[in-house]
């Protein structure tokens, strides 16, 4: 999976997606499986959120699923599918001290 993220750390990579005229925010999240007869699968995407310091902002959910429409956006998808996130456990070895990944399938629609 991708690296842990603290904060935002969106404005890099948003503006380098920009250039390639997608808007993350614009990828629809789906709890529910794709319809193979409406979208074509791109690509696995993963998004994370990590609280790297003991003071830091928690993980959330949140910013794990815009990390994944960051990832999406990469791949010109339009919606990802079969949305999970988990709250990954820790412990003294992790990097984190409180982590959520979310993994989909990104698509867009068939023509």
């Known amino acids: 999976m991708a ?45 994370d959120s ?18 994944l429409r960051n990832d999406a956006a990469r791949f010109n998808a339009t919606d990802v599918f079969a949305v999970q996130c988990f709250n990954i456990p820790t412990d003294s070895s992790a990097r984190c001290y409180t982590q959520v990944s979310c993994v989909g399938k990104a698509t867009v629609p068939k023509q």
């Open 50 to 67: 990590c609280q790297a310091t003991f003071r830091g902002a928690p993980a959330s959910t949140l910013d794990a699923q815009q990390a």
């Open 3 to 47: 690296g842990c993220s603290t904060g935002n750390q969106y404005g890099s990579q948003e503006s380098a997606l920009r250039a390639l005229n997608v808007v993350p925010n614009e990828v629809e999240l789906h709890d529910q499986q794709l319809n193979p007869n409406r979208h074509k699968i791109l690509s696995v995407v993963t998004g």
